[in-house]
Structures are given as C-alpha cells and as structure tokens.
C-alpha cells in the first residue's frame, strides 16, 4: 500500500508548548498535504506541499518535505487547546488518488 | 454555500440489506472521492470520479458501486451489506489536479 505512517500515533503537550508529528510515506509523490480531524467529524485541509518545495509556511504552521528521505514534517508552534484534533499526512501518487496515513492524535492540555 | 453534504449521517443495516449513500457539492468541483475510515486504519479510498459519468476504483473497492450521473452529485452503493462494511463513510470534492480536497461530515453505517 502507498499509504503514510505518520509518528508519534499519539501525542500530548501543554499548551503553548510546539507540536511536531512527522509523516513517511513510500514511493515518489507529486505533492503531500496535511488534514486535521476534530472528534467526530469530516477533515479539514490544512497545508499542501509540492515535491520541489522544500518547506511551506502557514500561520502558526510549517510543513517540510524531504523526497530523498520520504518523508514530511509538521510543526505546530504555541499550541492552543483548539489545536487538540487528529492529524494526517495524504500522499497523491497520481495526481487524482490519495492516500492516507494512519494519523497521529494530538492532545492540547490547557 | 454548503460545501460538502452527505446523506444520511447515521443508518443501521441487516447483513444482506442494500443501501446508497449520496454525496453533494456546490463548488462546482469535478473530482469526488468515497472513503472509508476505521479505528487504526486512516482513511482509506473506495471509488473516485474525475468528472460527471466517470468513475474510477480505488484501494478497497470490492463490495461498492458508485455513479456520478450529475456533476454535484456522487452516490456509494452497498448491494449487499457486510458487517466488515461497518464503518465511518466520507466524500470529498476537489477542483483539480494537486489541489486541496474538502470533506464532508461523514456517515456513520453499522451493519449487523
């Protein structure tokens, strides 16, 4: 299966603490994106990184990608409680399929 | 502007017993997916469309059919339910190549 692992599976921080969960996935991609999932409902896209950038900034969020090592981070800095949620790496392999890590679950401690 | 709807958002099936699930977009997108999320496993791509009367199969197709007959509209068909089947449910619409995809709320299907 193309489909990321991302790491740690779980994660627990104090709030304004900085947040970094890493994806790895299997074979050459076009781009990698980043979703979050709050219990119980539908994703929401967070950041898209093509496979000729390097690194991506958005906010409070910066995303990398290394295609030699396959792999992509996520870095959350000064976490609020509303960040608690579920986060997953998907990998397109052509262009029009995705495929979804298994998420690494992030808890916010106020 | 609605975004992404699903319908319905719970349904208990008998084994045996069909079912379609229906996905709606107002953005006009051309790409729709169907996807399966169990405990564990992410999210996981059961049939997808590129465009109004196309579709294409994904990682876990067996046991689903699908059709896009209008262009906002992407339907999951389950002829005869399993409870392997029992799963959260997601459709999503994207506009285009390399583009960010948008998720509905999901529909929560057990089968017994």
């Known amino acids: 299966s193309q489909q990321g692992e991302e790491d740690p599976q779980a994660l627990s921080i104090q709030e304004g603490e900085n947040a970094t969960m890493n994806c790895s996935y299997k074979?050459?991609?076009?781009?990698l994106q980043w979703y979050r999932q709050n219990s119980g409902r539908g994703l929401v896209h967070l950041i898209l990184?093509?496979?000729?950038?390097r690194e991506k900034h958005s906010g409070r969020l910066r995303v990398t990608l290394d295609t030699s090592k396959k792999s992509s981070s996520l870095l959350i800095t000064a976490s609020r409680a509303a960040d608690t949620a579920s986060y997953f790496c998907?990998?397109?392999?052509?262009?029009?399929?995705?495929?979804f890590g298994t998420g690494t679950s992030l808890t916010v401690i106020p | 502007n609605a975004g992404v709807t699903q319908t319905p958002k719970f349904r208990v099936l008998k084994t045996g017993q069909s079912m379609t699930l229906l996905c709606a977009q107002d953005m006009n997108h051309e790409y729709m997916y169907w996807y399966r999320q169990d405990p564990g496993m992410g999210l996981r791509l059961i049939h997808y469309s590129v465009g109004e009367g196309t579709t294409a199969k994904g990682e876990v197709p067996d046991g689903y059919n699908v059709s896009r007959l209008k262009k906002q509209n992407f339907l999951l068909g389950l002829e005869s339910a399993a409870p392997s089947q029992t799963s959260v449910y997601f459709c999503a619409s994207m506009d285009g190549l390399l583009g960010e995809q948008y998720f509905g709320p999901g529909t929560r299907l057990t089968v017994t």
């Open positions: 074979t050459s991609i076009n781009n």
């Open positions: 990184i093509r496979s000729n950038e």
């Open positions: 998907a990998t397109d392999l052509r262009g029009n399929q995705f495929y």
